[in-house]
């Protein structure tokens, strides 16, 4: 029973990873724009997709993952450029057109990579480490050790880097943000291709452990969405935490009740928190003026 | 009579609607027509009573189409499985979607913005998952089969035509009282609040009251579209309610301008237009649909309810850069 | 509101209410189908090109399109020539039932074919009993075929059909008693363990447990997990790509090794490539085209399934999989029995379908009968086993 609980622990963490790692990708946009990105679940399977196509091409599998997000960070930035700086300043409506986007993207998906879900092989395909009858994969490993690499990094950006800091002051005060010389507009733009960025750095990873599909995107955006919101979005790196968090959830509760019953488990958790907490479970409490 | 589309503007708007709904009547000859009109009223009140949320109480809810879908269980476990007369089931139906939209609503009180956003995403959620695994109820996942028609004092609306018919009237009615509600009383004072919280309760007014309320009207009307629909095609199943449809509806509101019945009911009309025309086109249907929509967003700023105040603009642009 | 005020709304409402109701007692005049020769004979196709359900619907589409160039480059059905009238419900119910009201009603077709998922398929029921046409369905779902079947035809195995071959399987040439179904919550996954759960007691197995897991979930090890503890004797899944695949993949990871019994819904060249070495000795029933080269000589379907599996892979560039035999002899059936009615009048037409006999198709050998609108029998499925990345006819 208790390697059980344990097992189940641990695969809670993986998915977790999994949805915190898409999560801060939603967290990131957010703390400059103030918008929700609804495209990032998209974004996360075509930076898969593309790192596949890359290893398909004979590039060795680390190159083609950290490829894979810069070529895909750079189309979002052509694509902001182009088009998303019109409504950069109304979150209202970059949330509607990230909609659209994601619409978009699908078709695209499924054009240039097909109807069927593809999986990245990895060179640690199969490998498991058995740590006293525990199984866990390498490439479950990797999941969980690119999450805390996300948490240390962003952890870092947020609060000492001068970008990571403008970043958050665009949204938070404005004005004063625009006096002291910064451009919104662009900070925005940078926001935008970082959580990108993220998404698709999570979508290599998760690649080779579940095959993902062009249609994949829905599911993972919603908890990565989930997963940030647990964590409160005005500390992106946490939105880590509040997926994992959200992962174990899940995976505990399966032993509790039908499987079928797993998310409403998890999602009445999560509205119960809100209740309590209604800035998120990690947030660094009401440190905003109104 | 003109006194009171003085008082209420919305109602010029839902007298022009309904004129439109008698207008395409007469016109439209195959039942495709139909249902594809209906398709649009019902789509039109849904629109109208999100817009309300959003636009009129200033909150969000990603729960509007599992609203919807309670309306359309509700009426089609009371018609198909007791044989409750239509009338009552729709009825039943607006009070299910009301009671469920003040559970949605409920963390309006606590919550703002993207978390409440993420708290009725999950009520939504839930309430789907519950279509799916209440299955001695609702069918599961298959979906509710063999929908009894409409009746009412024993004359069944087969007919798609005389259903059309039945829809608008419904629709029309709902409309002009939710026009009417929103420059009510009760109207002004949801605007006080939406603008200011302090300064309304400083009036003496109790925002939980009002927000809770529009949260209920709002899913009363959306209880009551689930309805309709259930008994137009007759067959239901979960994921015509899932989250993806309640995003959209948000998305259409945003579209239509937050706070606009004309931008709504224009929304509606465009939305049910581009779901017929799109799918012709395959596996292209999706993207199509996707690039209608960012067009929309990206050029349309304010609304398609603001039209009228972005073409001046425009004038006054092509004027200046003339002149220079 | 003043008294005033309401005395108008209610007015000008019931003026509405007269309007609208002599909208619709200006009825225009039925549109009767025309008993002239038509210059082409339109058919309305519904499936799932987007969506959760595309891996289904694109192969079903691109057999249709397949064979009615075929049939239209030697000159159609009596040199009238065959038009489809293809629309994507996105696997949305909803939709499907517009597309069907518009095929109907717009589009006139004379038959129908659709949709790739069962729920959608549904959907059209109730349009097609109104209006009254042939409809062939290439979906799954018990219910398509139960209640009233005066005008739905099926070419796909029916759930109960699938599961009660695999059941006899592992009934008759295994030991397994102790069986764990894991499958996924769409309609396809929910519909199959609800048969296996219910027939279970007929093939004399125990159900010792069964999980769920939404379409598209990046890991199922939970669900597995809980699956270990209670210590059964083989798993069953059932769903479509990718879960099954994950499933095979984190059982392995989890060292959960016991047999795992599929679903026809793995029975194509991407579960084995998905899944990798997890693949290796998966048994599942199958439709007899995946295994078409090891048929017995003397089996009606073999030749036929052979020469349609490389003029499809000329064309597409992959191999069929069990979905595009559905729609191929649905389209096939639909054009005979034009042939044999003479006539596209809805009930003429249905009539001839209905007396099919002794139909060889990718599927399978159909026959329909006024009771059993259900072409596909047990006899017409195989169960496979993964040997080496290659499929093994067992059975």
């Known amino acids: 029973m208790i390697e059980t609980l344990i097992q189940l622990l641990i695969s809670g963490a993986v998915l977790g990873s999994i949805y915190g790692l898409i999560g801060v990708g939603f967290s990131v946009v957010h703390t400059a724009t103030g918008a929700i990105n609804f495209a990032q679940g998209e974004f996360a399977v075509l930076g898969a997709f593309l790192a596949i196509s890359l290893t398909g091409a004979d590039l060795p599998h680390f190159f083609a993952v950290i490829i894979s997000p810069i070529v895909l960070t750079l189309f979002v930035v052509l694509l902001f450029r182009i088009f998303l700086t019109r409504v950069a300043d109304d979150a209202l409506y970059l949330v509607v057109a990230t909609i659209a986007l994601s619409l978009m993207l699908k078709t695209l998906l499924l054009y240039f990579w097909g109807r069927e879900p593809i999986g990245l092989s990895s060179p640690f395909q199969g490998k498991t480490l058995n740590i006293a009858g525990l199984m866990l994969g390498y490439d479950q490993l990797l999941i969980i050790a690119g999450a805390l690499i996300a948490y240390i990094f962003l952890l870092f950006f947020f609060s000492k880097h001068p970008a990571g800091k403008a970043m958050k002051a665009v949204v938070e005060e404005k004005e004063i943000a625009m006096a002291s010389g910064l451009n919104p507009a662009l900070y925005q733009g940078v926001a935008f291709a970082f959580g990108s960025l993220l998404g698709a750095f999570a979508g290599c990873l998760v690649a080779p452990v579940s095959m993902l599909s062009y249609n994949s995107g829905g599911l993972l955006g919603l908890k990565g969405f989930a997963s940030a919101i647990f964590a409160g979005l005005d500390r992106p790196e946490r939105a880590v935490f509040g997926g994992i968090i959200l992962g174990v959830i899940e995976s505990l509760v399966v032993l509790f009740v039908p499987s079928g019953f797993k998310d409403v488990v998890a999602l009445i958790v999560l509205l119960i928190v809100l209740t309590l907490k209604p800035e998120g479970f990690l947030s660094g409490g009401r440190k905003r003026l109104a | 009579m003109l006194g009171l589309f003085k008082k209420y503007k919305n109602l010029k708007i839902v007298l022009f609607f309904s004129l439109l709904l008698v207008f395409a009547g007469l016109f439209l000859n195959n039942e495709y027509y139909f249902a594809t009109a209906s398709i649009f009223v019902i789509n039109s009140l849904l629109i109208t009573s999100l817009m309300m949320v959003i636009g009129y109480a200033g909150q969000i809810s990603l729960a509007h189409g599992a609203i919807y879908g309670i309306g359309a269980y509700t009426s089609a476990i009371l018609t198909t499985k007791l044989g409750a007369p239509f009338l009552l089931a729709l009825l039943a139906s607006a009070l299910a979607g009301f009671l469920v939209s003040l559970i949605v609503g409920a963390p309006s009180l606590k919550l703002r913005g993207h978390y409440l956003a993420m708290a009725t995403l999950g009520v939504g959620e839930i309430i789907v998952i519950l279509f799916q695994e209440l299955d001695f109820l609702t069918g599961g996942v298959n979906g509710f089969v063999g929908i009894k028609p409409a009746e009412i004092f024993g004359y069944s609306f087969v007919n798609l035509t005389e259903y059309y018919a039945l829809v608008s009237v419904i629709a029309v009615s709902i409309l002009a009282f939710l026009a009417i509600f929103v420059d009510s009383k009760i109207g002004r004072a949801l605007r006080a609040i939406k603008s200011s919280e302090i300064a309304a309760s400083s009036l003496g007014l109790n925002p939980s009251f009002y927000k809770l309320m529009v949260f209920g009207l709002s899913g009363a009307v959306a209880g009551s579209c689930g309805s309709l629909y259930a008994h137009l095609d007759r067959f239901i199943s979960p994921s015509t309610f899932s989250v993806s449809f309640s995003v959209m509806m948000v998305a259409m509101v945003i579209v239509g301008g937050e706070s606009s019945f004309a931008g709504s009911l224009a929304a509606a009309l465009i939305f049910s237009l581009l779901n017929e025309y799109v799918r012709q086109f395959q596996e292209l249907s999706q993207f199509l649909f996707g690039l209608g929509l960012f067009l929309v967003a990206i050029y349309m700023k304010g609304g398609i309810g603001n039209i009228g105040k972005i073409f001046p603009a425009k004038l006054e642009r092509v004027k200046r850069s003339e002149a220079s | ?395």
Not at chain 3, 14 to 38: D, H, W, Y
Not at chain 3, 56 to 75: F, S, V, W
Not at chain 3, 343 to 366: H, N, V
């Open chain 3, 1 to 395: 509101m003043n008294k005033k005020h309401r005395f108008i709304l209610t007015i000008s409402i019931l003026i509405l209410v007269l309007l609208l109701s002599l909208t619709s007692c200006a009825k225009k005049e039925t549109n009767k189908t025309e008993e002239r020769k038509p210059e082409v004979y339109k058919i309305g196709v519904i499936l799932s090109l987007t969506g959760a359900g595309s891996p289904l619907g694109i192969p079903e589409r691109n057999a249709l399109e397949m064979l009615a160039d075929e049939i239209n480059g030697k000159g159609g059905i009596d040199g009238i020539k065959l038009e489809l009238i293809i629309e994507d419900d996105q696997t949305d119910p909803a939709k499907a039932s517009q597309a069907a009201r518009k095929l109907i009603e717009k589009d006139k077709v004379i038959a129908l074919i659709g949709s790739s998922v069962s729920p959608c398929s549904l959907a059209i029921k109730e349009i097609v009993a109104r209006y009254g046409i042939p409809w062939m369905c290439p979906s799954a779902a018990n219910a398509i075929t139960e209640g009233d079947i005066k005008w739905v035809f099926r070419t796909a195995p029916k759930d109960a059909v699938a599961v009660e071959a695999l059941l006899n399987y592992i009934s008759k040439n295994t030991k397994y008693k102790r069986l764990a179904i894991l499958h996924d919550s769409n309609a396809f996954g929910q519909s199959g363990a609800d048969e296996i759960k219910k027939r279970s007691v007929d093939f004399n197995v125990e159900i010792v447990s069964i999980e769920k897991y939404e379409t598209n979930a990046p890991d199922l090890s939970s669900q597995l997990t809980k699956i270990k503890q209670s210590n059964p004797d083989a798993i069953i899944v059932w769903g479509t790509n990718p879960g099954p695949a994950i499933a095979a993949k984190n059982m392995k990871q989890l060292g959960l090794n016991i047999q795992y019994f599929g679903s026809h819904g793995i029975a194509n060249k991407k579960f084995i490539e998905l899944a990798g070495d997890a693949a290796e000795g998966v048994i599942f029933p199958a439709g007899k085209i995946l295994v078409a080269d090891q048929l017995d000589d003397g089996d009606p379907v073999k030749e036929y399934m052979l020469e349609f599996a490389s003029k499809y892979e000329k064309r597409f560039k992959e191999k069929p999989v069990t979905f595009t035999a559905h729609t191929y002899d649905a389209l096939n059936i639909l054009v005979e029995s034009i042939k044999k009615a003479k006539s596209i009048e809805p009930e003429k037409l249905r009539e001839a379908i209905e007396s099919t006999k002794d139909y060889i198709g990718l599927d399978g050998t159909i026959d329909y009968s006024k009771e059993d609108h259900d072409g596909i029998g047990i006899d017409d499925l195989v169960i496979v086993k993964i040997e080496n990345g290659k499929w093994i006819k067992l059975q």
